[in-house]
């Protein structure tokens, strides 16, 4: 039996699944291929994720040990500052400068001792503090001199004008205030000067018959302001007297009120040692005496209580 080519088909039947086969596998290929895009771009992402997390996390980290590190190094400064500055201020009083540093673990100190142009005497004073633990140290340089830098030329001395202020103190009226002495005893009155180096006084001082205040060895400084100065019978002082009158009406004013000048009146048998001192004109009565004493002014001026410290301007250093 003959078979026509028309009625026999097989190979165009195989041709067409085969033809069907194929396109099945093109429609499975492309989503295989894009879910792999999409999790390669996960992973990635995820990475920079990771990536940028631990950056920051790096970067607080860091920032924090910084910020730990600068808060350890202000804390150490402060603790070197806080002992120079306790340091410094027993030199000023120091009678023996090595004993008080050795008092202090972290100090260094080195002193230099000097003879002024009015025989003051003056050290100069280098401090070092160092951390125990770290390499921190801070350096610098202080100058001790006295708070009466000058000293009276005679026993009585007296003008209408500050200038005996800036020869004594380097003050004027203005800024001469009881906060320029270490620890001075502030009172209205002058019944009881006793256990201070320093007096200021505001309004009158009457010192009673038969007092003492201060000695050869140890003088006072008495600061009348505003006040009349009296010296009662028997009564003696060893020291430096300084009577501040009020200068703030000027002698040019139109005011026809003038204030009377202080009064100092050293009674019978008183005795001053040392000198009296005024910014303006006293009215003097003097029936005791006044004995100019150097020496007493001297020892006055040396006085520990009396010495002031001060930094040298561009001494300070925390490097080598």
Known sequence: MRYSADFYSPPLVVQKHVIGARGASAWKCPRKVKGAVLLSVVGILLSLITLALWATSSLLTSEFQASKRSIAYVEMMNTLHNDMTQLTEQLRTSEDWQ??????????????????????????????????????????????HPAIVRLPVSGVVTGATNAILPHLFERHHSNFTPMFFPKPLITNDCDDLTRHLVFWVRGDCHIS?????????????????????????????????????????????????????????????AKLEGAMVSNEEVSRVFDGHINFNLSVLRTLQQSSGLQKMQPIPGSWHDFN
């Not at 002024?116 to 001790?144: A, E, K």
Request: avoid cysteine; charge should be neutral.
């Open 99 to 144: 004993q008080t540093a050795s008092l202090f673990a972290r100090a260094s100190v080195t002193a230099t001792h000097y003879l002024g142009r009015d025989s003051q005497f003056l050290t100069l004073f280098t401090v070092t503090m160092t951390h125990p633990v770290t390499s921190l140290f801070i350096r610098q340089g202080f100058l001790r």
């Open 209 to 269: 018959p038969s007092g003492i205040i201060g000695s050869a060895s140890q003088p006072v400084l008495l600061v009348v302001e505003k006040g009349d100065f009296t010296l009662d019978t028997h009564a003696q002082i060893y020291g430096l007297v300084v009577i501040l009158g009020d200068t703030s009406v000027p002698s040019s004013s139109t005011s026809s009120f003038t204030p009377a000048n202080p009064v100092a009146t050293i009674a019978s048998s």
